[in-house]
């Protein structure tokens, strides 16, 4: 059986004002692609389907073709849990028509699939945290146990556990007993959860910029090992590059967002994972690189002319562009800029200061006239730099508005 694993879809998102609906598009296309190429048997979305709670009427638009053309019209089951960024009751809305369509849509944690039986597959077992799917073509049924992201105090009241106890072991002492009800090794055992998961003894991953943060303090803490030994493979959406934090034999995988969103993911190469799986086996997993979108650069430059001709050279792309000047940006450098790209997010122009700059002493005579005042005090308060012609234009148009 061939599984793919997605998640992290931001559906909708900004990159500051810019629109990535274009290129979310084409990713989504791209996807819907790969799972045809790959001939995958099921779909998982790890949640993070759309970046805000209320999503515009584009965002959701592209959200339920991409799902129909992954389902293709109920052929092929898809699976797609809410994360940290969805409104679970926006997710579980149109579960039941969706169904209807080989689309399993699941908004809240402990949430009981419907049973439903179509041309290609059933569900044939279902309670609370766990779905069992039975597809046609496979002797054999594939059991996932989904944990939809809920922050620590909603997660303990869905699973009525004491609110002090830790959330790990929450979670660990419910996983045990559905993989040890549901999961034998007759079957294929998947979990699919959106949550902030680390391995024992390592460093703490470091959450995605612009994400809303989902590990606050320690207590929320979820460890890898908390994953029951019956569980083949599990699909984790939140972090948005690819990471493996299991093993060959039992991969717990991030498989990253489609898109880099923001500019600490410059430079990342985006995945889709391929899990071939089969009962009692280890899995077998391919990562697939994404190739749609823009590219992210976070690129510095100490002449303006150099980073014009590097964005001649790269115009697909988002860039945060920081210029190391000897003196202020002008308005006619600006303008060629960002005539030269369209795709310039971040202009940041940074002064550069000598030593000798540094260490000088200004003072200022106050009998001169009052541009050359300007002029000195200007000096005085920015390094000795001179100001440029701009600058003295306004200070100029100011003072014949005065006069």
């Known amino acids: 059986m061939r599984i793919l694993h997605t998640a992290d879809w931001h559906l909708g998102k900004r990159l500051d004002n810019f629109s990535r609906l274009e290129?979310?598009?084409?990713?989504?296309?791209?996807?819907?692609e790969k799972a045809d190429r790959y001939q995958v048997d099921l779909?998982?979305?790890?949640?993070?389907?759309?970046?805000?709670?209320?999503?515009?009427?584009?965002?959701?638009?592209?959200?339920y073709k991409t799902l129909k053309r992954l389902s293709k019209g109920g052929e092929r089951p898809v699976i797609a849990i809410s994360g940290n960024h969805d409104s679970p009751a926006l997710i579980d809305a149109p579960d039941p028509l969706a169904r209807e369509c080989g689309i399993i849509l699941i908004g809240h944690p402990q949430a009981r699939v419907a049973p439903i039986t179509l041309d290609n597959f059933q569900i044939s077992r279902s309670a609370e945290g766990m779905v069992e799917l039975q597809l046609r073509?496979?002797?054999?049924?594939?059991?996932?146990?989904?944990?939809?992201?809920?922050?620590?105090?909603?997660?303990?009241?869905?699973?009525?556990?004491?609110?002090?106890?830790?959330?790990?072991?929450?979670?660990?002492?419910?996983?045990?007993?559905?993989?040890?009800?549901?999961?034998?090794?007759?079957?294929?055992?998947?979990m699919a959860a959106h949550l902030y998961m680390n391995k024992r003894g390592t460093a703490l991953l470091e959450e995605p910029d612009g994400e809303k943060p989902i590990k606050i303090g320690n207590a929320d803490l979820v460890y890898t090992d908390s994953i029951p030994?019956?569980?083949?493979?599990?699909?984790?959406?939140?972090?948005?590059?690819?990471?493996?934090?299991?093993?060959?034999?039992?991969?717990?995988?991030?498989?990253?967002?489609?898109?880099?969103?923001?500019?600490?993911?410059?430079?990342?190469?985006?995945?889709?994972?391929?899990?071939?799986?089969?009962?009692?086996?280890?899995?077998?997993?391919?990562?697939?690189?994404?190739?749609?979108?823009?590219?992210?650069?976070?690129?510095?430059?100490?002449?303006?002319?150099?980073a014009v001709v590097w964005l001649q050279e790269n115009p697909y792309s988002l860039v945060e562009l920081t210029l190391?000047?000897?003196?202020?940006?002008?308005?006619?450098?600006?303008?060629?800029?960002?005539?030269?790209?369209?795709?310039?997010i971040h202009l940041i122009p940074v002064l550069k200061n000598t030593e000798e700059q540094?260490?000088?002493?200004?003072?200022?005579?106050?009998?001169?006239?009052?541009?050359?005042?300007?002029?000195?005090?200007?000096?005085?308060?920015?390094?000795?730099?001179?100001?440029?012609?701009?600058?003295?234009?306004l200070f100029n148009e100011i003072l014949n508005d005065q006069a």
């Open 23 to 32: 290129e979310q598009i084409l990713v989504m296309d791209e996807i819907v």
């Open 43 to 63: 779909v998982l979305i790890a949640g993070d389907l759309f970046d805000t709670f209320h999503p515009g009427t584009e965002a959701i638009d592209l959200f």
């Open 137 to 190: 073509d496979f002797p054999y049924p594939i059991r996932i146990m989904h944990t939809p992201y809920a922050n620590e105090v909603r997660l303990k009241q869905y699973l009525g556990e004491d609110k002090g106890a830790a959330l790990n072991s929450i979670l660990a002492q419910r996983w045990k007993e559905i993989a040890d009800r549901y999961c034998d090794d007759q079957g294929v055992n998947i």
């Open 229 to 306: 030994p019956q569980i083949q493979y599990t699909a984790l959406g939140h972090i948005h590059r690819h990471l493996n934090m299991g093993t060959p034999e039992r991969p717990i995988v991030y498989s990253s967002s489609p898109l880099s969103y923001s500019f600490s993911e410059a430079g990342q190469t985006k995945y889709l994972v391929c899990i071939d799986a089969e009962p009692n086996q280890p899995v077998q997993y391919e990562k697939i690189a994404l190739d749609a979108g823009r590219r992210l650069h976070r690129k510095t430059f100490q002449d303006v002319e150099q």
């Open 324 to 344: 190391m000047l000897d003196t202020y940006l002008k308005a006619e450098e600006r303008n060629k800029l960002y005539k030269t790209h369209d795709g310039i």
């Open 358 to 393: 540094l260490s000088k002493s200004m003072r200022i005579n106050l009998d001169q006239d009052i541009r050359s005042l300007f002029k000195d005090y200007f000096k005085a308060e920015n390094d000795q730099l001179e100001p440029n012609e701009d600058i003295m234009n």
